[in-house]
């Protein structure tokens, strides 16, 4: 995958300090009490310019959608030929939990970032409008490698439906308090059994991954 130009690294690094800027108001003060002038202001840019970059307020908070968008698109474009997409959805999770990234879910920074999400319907409602955009996504790029219209939506709306609980399990987790160090190594077994599921269809029931006895 080609690295970006010097043009669009600066407009990446733009784009991070504006968001962060705009988090750091959000944990702050909360979602719905900040606006959008005021984090301009703060970011030291226009109001233009942020929503040149953020066309909505929620997504000055929910930033991550974007670069998820590209980067699961890379993953389905990018894979080895003949490989099976949800192989290749597997290891970049594997790959995100290595990271610490934070789209892994499996991050100290969960607590703050889900209160203030969990605080705003209008947050809440943009992050169910981007799980769709995912399928959406997938199913067009899916439907271009196999010319297959309804396979390529089903197996879309699954790897989404996928993703989405892989996401929830840690956060859920490290929000109930538990250890985040135990949730990360915990959470290799959680991808893995994951993709299993998706891989081998539903099939019998299995035993749950944490007995909590």
Known sequence: MAQPGLRERKKQATRRMIADVATGLFVRRGFDAVT????AEAAGVSKMTVFNYFPRKEDLYLD?????????????????????????????HHELLAAGHPLSGAVEGVRGFWTVLHSSPALMSRMVEQEHEIAKLLTRVLTEETGDEFQSR?????????????????????????????VRREQVQV??????????GIGR?????????
Do not use: K
């Open 36 to 39: 959008v002038a005021e984090i």
């Open 205 to 213: 029931r299995r035993e749950p991954l944490h007995s909590g006895g």
């Open 154 to 182: 089903l197996v879309a709306n699954l790897l989404t439906a996928t993703i989405i609980t892989i996401w929830h399990t840690p956060v859920s987790r490290i929000v109930a308090g538990e250890d985040v160090e135990l």
């Open 191 to 200: 991808i893995d059994h994951a993709f299993d599921v998706l891989e081998r």
């Open 64 to 92: 991550r959608h974007l670069d998820r968008l590209r980067e699961l698109e890379a993953v389905v474009r990018d894979r080895p030929a003949g490989e099976p997409v949800a192989v290749a959805m597997r290891r970049y």
